[in-house]
Every structure is written in structure tokens, then in C-alpha cells.
């Protein structure tokens, strides 16, 4: 199974600190999700939203912030005695112990996106760990590329955040029973992480195909082995999945820099109807 996985995704090198601070250098996908944020309403085939008087439209790019009052948010203890004075003396609030915890709660959203039984049936996918990894893949790098607009704390929390990521594959491959040479089957996995992004990039760039997303997430997510993406309703799961992801990413352009900092963001639930 674990073989399957490294066969599926485009392969290059692995993905570090020094790789991390040169995507962070990238500005044109930032720009391109703050577009899709204005235009996504106008994409075609994006899932409809009845309005009260029963006509369907488009629906709007969001942002993924949660409310002040939502019971989801993580916070901070309150600061106040004792214990407020050792949090402080032991760097709890600095700046880097923050941007660590955000990482975590962000990596808990993704987390549990991923592991919603819903999210596979929605795009034809059976759930299994080399469909979960794809769509871990699929997130973290919606996430690294939102955070290519916050400069040096962007860096910082996205290598923590990639740092969570490896922490939880070790965990994910563990819990399947496999007898595999663990630090093995990481570094392939860091090399289809690496891979994957780049081709996720490419597809999003100004001179890329109207479909070059969509076979870039058939070769990293749905195809098991090198077969040609399908035409026609065959490819349409595929298809409503890349509609789903430029959705998703531009929903990020509008996500404000302290919800996305702290982790206190939301996925969207609604993923589109699959339509051939």
C-alpha cells in the first residue's frame, strides 16, 4: 500500500527549511488566491446555495475565521497571578512559543478535515491512507501558500506546522500494522510532499492550462498507478475536487492573518456536488 503511495505522486526533492523559505519567496500565488477570492462567484459549475425567495446563485468565497464567540476557539489562559507570571518567565507568550502552538491547533483542523468520512464519499474516493495522505498533502500546501503572504512569521509557522505534519505520518503509518523501515518510507513521503506541492504550483500559475490542476490532483490523489486521467463523467469527482481546492484557497486569501496564525480557522463542510 505504502508503495502505491510513492508511485502516485510526481516525484523531486524533499521539502526543508531552506526549501520552505524559498516557496515563502513566491508571491504569485498569494496574488492569484486574492483574485480567485473576487472572482470564484463567477467560476462555473460551483455549487449553489438556495436564497429566500428560492432562485439558486453562486456562493461566495468566505473567510475560514472563526467568530470571536465561536465555541471552537483555541485561546490562550487569561493572564493573571502566579501562574501567569511563570507562563511569561517560561517564554509561553513570546512570539515563537505562539506561532508553535498556532501550528498545532492549525494541524488539528487539518487533521480532522481529513479524517471526515464525508470528504471521501463526496469525490469517489475510498478512505484509506494513501487517499488520506493525498488530501493531507492537498491542505498543508493550501495552507503554506496563504502563509507566503506573512513574511518571516509565515516561515517560521510553516515550518512547525510541516514539522506537526511528518509527526502525525509516523503516527498514521504506525497505526496501519505495516512492517516498513519507518525513516525509509518518510523520506518517500517527503519527496512526494515536495512533489506534489511544485506540481499543485505549476497548475495554479497564469500560463497553466484550465486543467492542469485537475490532472495534477488525478496523478497525486486519485490515479493508483501512471493511467491516463478519464474524460467525460468518469473525470467529473476529479474535477469537482480541483473546483473545490481553488474554492478553498480563496476562501484563505480572505482569511485574516490572526485566525490563521493562531489556528483558529475552520475548513469548509461544503464540498460541491460531483456533476458530470
Known amino acids: 500500500m505504502l508503495a502505491r503511495v510513492a508511485r502516485t505522486v510526481v516525484r523531486d526533492h524533499g521539502w526543508n527549511a531552506e526549501r520552505l523559505a524559498r516557496a515563502s519567496s513566491q508571491q ?112 498543508m500546501w493550501l495552507c503554506l501558500v496563504r502563509l507566503r503572504a506573512e ?40 519527496k512526494n510532499f515536495y512533489g506534489a506541492v511544485t506540481a499543485y504550483d505549476k497548475a495554479m500559475q497564469p500560463d497553466a492550462a484550465q486543467d492542469e490542476l485537475a490532472r495534477a490532483i488525478w496523478r497525486n490523489v486519485f490515479a493508483e498507478d501512471d493511467s491516463i486521467m478519464p474524460t467525460g463523467p468518469n473525470a467529473a469527482p476529479v474535477h469537482a475536487l480541483a473546483r473545490y481546492v481553488r474554492k478553498e484557497a480563496a476562501c484563505l486569501a480572505l482569511t485574516d492573518s490572526e485566525s490563521l496564525l493562531s489556528g483558529n480557522i475552520m475548513f469548509s463542510k461544503n464540498y460541491g456536488a460531483v456533476t458530470s
Do not use: C
Not at 487569561?78 to 509561553?92: E, N, Q, R, T, V
Open 28 to 139: 504569485v500565488l498569494t496574488r492569484l488566491f486574492a483574485q480567485a477570492a473576487e472572482e470564484v462567484v463567477d467560476i462555473p459549475h460551483l455549487e449553489k446555495a438556495t436564497s429566500e425567495t428560492g432562485a439558486s446563485r453562486a456562493i461566495k468565497a468566505h473567510s475560514l475565521g472563526l467568530a470571536p464567540d465561536s465555541r471552537f476557539r483555541v485561546v490562550d489562559p487569561a493572564p493573571s497571578g502566579f501562574s501567569h507570571a511563570m507562563l511569561k518567565l517560561l517564554g509561553y507568550y513570546g512570539k515563537q512559543s505562539r506561532l508553535i502552538r498556532g501550528a498545532n491547533t492549525l494541524y488539528t483542523r487539518i487533521s480532522s478535515q481529513v479524517n471526515e468520512p464525508e470528504l471521501y464519499a463526496n469525490f469517489v474516493l475510498e478512505q484509506n491512507f494513501r487517499t488520506t495522505h493525498a488530501m493531507l498533502v492537498i491542505y
Open 151 to 190: 513574511t518571516k512569521e509565515g516561515g517560521t509557522f510553516g515550518q512547525s506546522l510541516y514539522e506537526t505534519f511528518n509527526h502525525d505520518l509516523e503516527l498514521r503509518i504506525t497505526k496501519t500494522g505495516l512492517k516498513v523501515l519507518l525513516s525509509k518510507w518518510m523520506k518517500e513521503l517527503e
